[in-house]
């Protein structure tokens, strides 16, 4: 799902002859190693957290990504466009599992970009894995795809996806979520899995909190959308990791989990202004306390974006609300992760508290006064 950015306010092989008569017979095709992966947009919030925690487990790790690069042991970076089929395939050599990361950031209006990226990229990605004999891709996508800004409470991975997303990135991530999960096919040897997070938060997060922090030095988050007893689901970053990881261990030609999307979530609906206020006070800022109603502030937001639309040919500007923010911050949007628990064994490795204070301690230059 998209970040809370509010002014009121991311091996297995099929094998039939022995390995040595398989190179022996295809010497051109590089032996996978299971223990060899890549992360496509390693550079980003979750992908970096997740590179870290692969080399913890032991893998060595081949980041592609557009952004700068980063020096790790263990990490070779390729620095390339999504699109870019040959430069993919130079990152993915000896690659037996990928974690398809990468996405531009919820908040851009941008559908052209969106659909580059989230769509088109997510094509070329496939296609590079099925050329580099990929046996297992896990997608990052988002519980966004079911929300339509209306209440979702416990909700399963079997709701529809949304017949009118409300962003450009809902919008995007279904058509590449539906891509991956209609590329798994044990025939071939490519398994794929979508993981969809919920409200992702942590240390280094570059949107949510320092987002939230200069809302408030600016004196714009005294106001709740609604009575604020909406509940929300949000997802300490080493939770989603975990999720991930434990998606990509379980991902074998006879495990349920094939071509499935699986919901990863803390497992703690929270109030969502509760939530934001933790991280307000715990950085030393006044939690909101003053009332909108949550039709106004809705019926505005729309109106902002569609004269934003009209108006764009003569000039330009973005609203500070849209409708997605606004519905984000004040309806229930939580969702079940029994699934993920069933098929993968999945459990939150740090709780919600423990999660806000290790977010709030990792963030000491946006005090308040610092």
């Known amino acids: 799902m998209p970040h809370a950015q509010l002014c009121i306010c991311s091996s297995h092989m099929f094998i039939c002859v022995s390995l040595s008569v398989f190179t022996e017979c295809c010497p051109s095709i590089p032996v996978q190693s299971s223990k060899r992966c890549a992360v496509i947009g390693g550079s980003g919030f979750l992908g970096r957290h997740l590179v870290e925690k692969l080399l913890g487990k032991g893998y060595t790790v081949s980041v592609f990504d557009i952004r700068q690069s980063y020096e790790l042991p263990g990490v070779t970076f390729h620095q390339g466009d999504l699109c870019d089929k040959q430069a993919l395939l130079t990152a993915l050599q000896g690659v037996s599992l990928v974690f398809h990361c990468a996405s531009p950031a919820p908040a851009s209006d941008d559908k052209a970009l969106f659909q580059r990226v989230n769509i088109q990229g997510t094509q070329t990605v496939l296609q590079a894995c099925t ?11 988002s519980a966004s795809v079911v929300f339509e800004g209306t209440d979702i409470k416990d909700g399963r991975e079997d709701l529809p996806y949304a017949k009118k997303p409300i962003d450009y990135y809902t919008e995007t991530k279904i058509e590449q979520e539906k891509l991956v999960l209609k590329a798994c096919d044990k025939e071939k040897g490519l398994l794929t899995v979508a993981i969809r997070p919920h409200g992702i938060f942590g240390p280094r997060d570059p949107q949510l909190v320092p987002i939230l922090v200069d809302t408030a030095r600016r004196g714009k988050m005294k106001f709740i959308i609604g ?9 300490f970053v080493d939770n989603v990791v975990h999720g991930h990881i434990l998606a990509a261990e379980s991902l074998r030609p006879e495990s349920p989990i094939c071509g499935k999307a699986y919901h990863i979530t803390n497992d703690e609906p929270v109030r969502f202004w509760d939530f934001m206020s933790d991280i307000l006070v715990g950085l030393g800022y006044a939690a909101p306390r003053y009332h909108l109603p949550y039709t106004l502030v809705y019926g505005l937001a729309l109106l902002l974006w569609l004269l934003s639309l009209l108006l764009r040919p003569l000039v330009s500007f973005k609203p500070t609300f849209t409708p997605m923010r606004v519905a984000l911050a004040g309806t229930h949007h ?9 098929d993968m064994g999945y459990k939150p490795v740090v709780g919600l508290k423990d999660g ?3 977010t709030v301690e990792s963030y000491p230059h946006l005090r308040h006064g610092a």
Do not use: M, P
């Open 131 to 141: 050329e580099a004999g990929v046996q297992k891709v896990v997608l990052t996508s």
């Open 227 to 235: 009575d604020g007893s909406n509940l929300v689901d949000f997802t």
């Open 334 to 342: 939580f969702y079940s992760c029994s699934r993920a628990k069933q």
């Open 356 to 358: 806000i204070r290790r």
